[in-house]
């Protein structure tokens, strides 16, 4: 049991300076409910009417300046604004908003960074946030990007795969319909292979333990899935059979087994006769990750909502980790620490807003007691890639629709980096992390390309 967080209100925990001796080094993802103006008392949403509240750049380097753009649908001259750029509760610009307004921001220090804005048409003051991050450029760098196939087509990559020996990366593109490998030293893409969908939804891939082959689980509207193995070199080493279950997402599995999971709910198999072991129903998980040992099975789960431990070729429980009542939240991707002594969840709001956060739990991975809860920032996600843990294990990470987000777990101190160079609101990230180096492998859709970030320890 964590002391001072069970009980305690999810926004208690990721949003208020109340959480401070947890978030510790996040001193500017607080809010202070007693400030001068009460500005974020206000819960009226903004009328739909009214028109935008946006910022212009959502990320970069420090000093990182933009603006705050108020954009009314109409002149708007009855219409008064304030905007809090700190988050201490006062407003530091405020005024009428006429035609529009544009308020400049700048920050020097890295993380995200909320910025309140309130507006008042005389009867009702409605409030609005927007966070914006500061890469922190001293401790993650991109160190090279490689182009994966034609960039004249958009990209829709899904997880990349890294092979057992740790020098390539598999990934499937449902949107060009391909399959990809890309070695790492140095990063090239060497082989690309046609992959008709045929109708299907997504896809699926995982490597065999013994690095020989490379599987891929397409998954049909119907809850059952097309089956194909290919060789390293990417060439088809059988026909395509059907299965009775479906993906999209496949993990190793103990003794040569496979795990899928998704629409189908959560099936261990054998990928040479398509056997199924065992299974569990639909919903019973949002995520899974197999222990560095092969014997344990952690699984997400969305209902109820918490964390379990399972044996990983029974599927029986062996612990279950709640989370409390009082928090609105639930775990999203789980992750075993590479000695396998600790779990790591991210923890997202059930309902998307400014209101609710992320955040990591770690776990004791014999008992499944949550050790702390490291705050990330408010709002939740639209989209959440894989976590992930770096070589030394001091590290993980995963992306979001904002970009890469790498948690110091011994400072517990969140680290960001933005992607592409802009914002890009659309689900686009998947990650994979190296097994000889501090390094992650970023499969970018939006721009078509992997990128290598290397972290400074």
Sequence with gaps: MIEGLIGVRPRDILGST??????????????????????????EPLPATFGRVEVDVAFGDPPFEGEVL??????????????????????????????????????????PHAIHVILDDG??????????????STVMSMVREQTVGPESIPADFGRPVLSSTGDALFLVDQNRQALFRVDLAPLTMTRQRSLPFDGLLQAGISVAQEDSNVYVLMSSPDVTGRWQVFSRDLMPMAERRETSFAGPFLEPGPSGLLYA??????????????????????????????????????????????????DSNTLRQIWFTPLP???DLRPWRVSFSPDGDKVYAILVGNTPGPAVGMGLAVLDARSGEIRRVVGIERGAPSNLSDLVTSFDERFVAFTTEKGMYVIDVGLELPRFRGLGGEFIPIACCQIAASRSANAFYVANSYRSSIVEVRIDS
């Design 123 to 136: 009867t009702n003051r409605y409030s609005q946030e927007r966070v914006v991050m500061v890469n922190d």
């Design 325 to 327: 009542d009082d928090w």
């Design 18 to 43: 109340a959480g401070a001796a947890v978030i510790l080094l996040l001193p500017i993802l607080g809010c202070d409910d007693s400030g001068p103006t009460g500005l974020d008392r206000v819960t």
């Design 261 to 310: 999971w998704g629409l189908s709910g959560l099936t261990l198999f054998d990928p040479v006769s398509l056997e199924v072991i065992r299974e569990l129903p639909p919903n019973a998980s949002d995520d899974v990750a197999l222990s560095p040992d092969g014997d344990n099975l952690l699984v997400s789960m969305f209902e109820p909502r918490g964390v379990a431990l399972l």
């Design 70 to 111: 108020i954009i009314p649908s109409t002149p708007a001259d009855e219409w008064r604004y304030e905007v809090d750029l700190d988050e201490d509760g006062a407003s530091d610009e405020r005024g009428s908003v006429g035609l529009g307004v544009h308020v400049g921001f700048r920050y020097d220090e890295p993380g």
